[in-house]
């Protein structure tokens, strides 16, 4: 098995989703990760896709740097991490074609910690080259800080000036060694209180709930294509306690795979396209590639 596959994803604030398979594999302890990820979206919400508005257009580029560090956790794999995004954002009313935002700042620190629950053994980089991958299952937790460049007079920002944690459990099966896999990924992120919204309003919004379903397949010893349905419900948004975004219902098309680069490097590309959206949920085209070094 390639000793380049990666464990710990980063919860980027657009799009939030893993959107690929194979985003939780295994990986040796004792491993430092380090990536760059550059993230291109076009949408109808702010940087973060849960805050939408119908009559909105946003074309955001993001690159985030991340870090994230495996180990042994009481005899399983896991993680330690952070990523810090920095977005550059046009949006429009898409009615008149005011400019709302053309600013470029940063966004909010996320900080990540990942458990395997079964099927992930903590291996040294010796033992690991050695281990043949079978079914494995894990949770996931990244929590934005509402650390981003925000003004409480304007209605779009890059930073959300909230806090958000969202919950992932990875269930991957594999009958051919890890030839190929199913991933499942249901997931729900919740929202603190935005207290300073649009004039000092308060902006809340209930549970989001989501489900990822991939497949993925070795094309090579060291490549890997992936293609999936990512699925979200939920995340209603009040003003001042009136509803400003009913609950969305949204299914979108996740392509996407990964190779080996240079020595303990990788790429993953993924890109997403919205088949369904319903009842105010965002309106997304992204595409990612994130590079990847492990030492």
């Given at each position: 098995?390639?000793?380049?596959?990666?464990?710990?994803?980063?919860?980027?604030?657009?799009?939030?989703?893993?959107?690929?398979?194979?985003?939780?594999?295994?990986?040796?302890?004792d491993?430092?990760?380090?990536?760059?990820?550059?993230?291109?979206?076009?949408?109808?919400?702010?940087?973060?896709?849960?805050i939408?508005?119908?009559?909105?257009?946003?074309?955001?580029?993001?690159?985030?740097?991340?870090?994230?560090?495996?180990?042994?956790?009481?005899?399983?794999?896991g993680?330690?991490?952070?990523?810090?995004?920095?977005?550059?954002?046009?949006?429009?009313?898409?009615?008149?074609?005011?400019?709302?935002?053309?600013?470029?700042?940063?966004?909010?620190?996320?900080?990540?910690?990942?458990?395997?629950?079964?099927?992930?053994?903590?291996?040294?980089?010796?033992?690991?080259?050695?281990?043949?991958?079978?079914?494995?299952?894990?949770?996931?937790?990244?929590l934005?800080?509402?650390?981003?460049?925000?003004?409480?007079?304007?209605?779009v920002?890059?930073?959300?000036?909230?806090?958000?944690?969202?919950?992932?459990?990875?269930?991957?099966?594999?009958?051919?060694?890890?030839?190929?896999?199913?991933?499942?990924?249901?997931?729900?992120?919740?929202?603190?209180?935005?207290?300073?919204?649009?004039?000092?309003?308060?902006?809340?919004?209930?549970?989001?709930?989501?489900?990822?379903?991939?497949?993925?397949r070795?094309?090579?010893?060291?490549?890997?294509?992936?293609?999936g349905?990512?699925?979200?419900?939920?995340?209603?948004?009040?003003?001042?306690?009136?509803?400003?975004?009913?609950?969305?219902?949204?299914?979108?098309?996740?392509?996407?795979?990964?190779?080996?680069?240079?020595?303990?490097?990788?790429?993953?590309?993924?890109?997403?396209?919205?088949?369904?959206?319903?009842?105010?949920?965002?309106?997304?085209?992204?595409?990612?590639?994130?590079?990847?070094?492990?030492?």
């Amino acid at each position: 098995m390639p000793v380049w596959v990666l464990l710990l994803a980063v919860c980027l604030q657009a799009p939030v989703s893993a959107q690929v398979g194979r985003y939780y594999i295994n990986t040796p302890v004792d491993t430092h990760m380090v990536s760059s990820i550059f993230t291109g979206v076009r949408s109808n919400t702010q940087a973060d896709t849960a805050i939408g508005a119908s009559e909105l257009v946003s074309r955001n580029q993001t690159l985030t740097l991340s870090y994230a560090y495996i180990t042994s956790l009481s005899g399983r794999t896991g993680g330690f991490g952070f990523a810090i995004p920095g977005v550059s954002m046009l949006s429009y009313d898409d009615s008149s074609g005011a400019v709302l935002l053309d600013e470029s700042g940063t966004g909010d620190v996320a900080l990540t910690f990942d458990y395997n629950l079964f099927g992930a053994p903590a291996l040294s980089r010796e033992a690991f080259v050695r281990h043949t991958p079978g079914d494995y299952s894990g949770l996931h937790f990244s929590l934005n800080v509402p650390t981003g460049d925000y003004d409480p007079d304007r209605e779009v920002n890059i930073g959300t000036n909230r806090w958000a944690l969202k919950t992932t459990l990875n269930y991957s099966v594999t009958g051919n060694g890890g030839v190929s896999w199913w991933d499942f990924y249901p997931s729900v992120r919740l929202f603190g209180d935005n207290d300073d919204f649009a004039g000092s309003t308060t902006l809340s919004q209930k549970p989001l709930w989501g489900l990822e379903v991939h497949y993925s397949r070795n094309v090579t010893p060291s490549a890997w294509i992936s293609g999936g349905l990512v699925g979200s419900l939920g995340g209603q948004i009040r003003v001042n306690n009136e509803i400003r975004e009913e609950s969305k219902r949204s299914l979108r098309l996740a392509l996407g795979g990964g190779f080996a680069t240079w020595p303990r490097g990788a790429a993953i590309l993924t890109y997403g396209h919205d088949l369904i959206d319903q009842g105010g949920a965002a309106r997304v085209d992204s595409f990612m590639l994130q590079l990847l070094h492990k030492f």
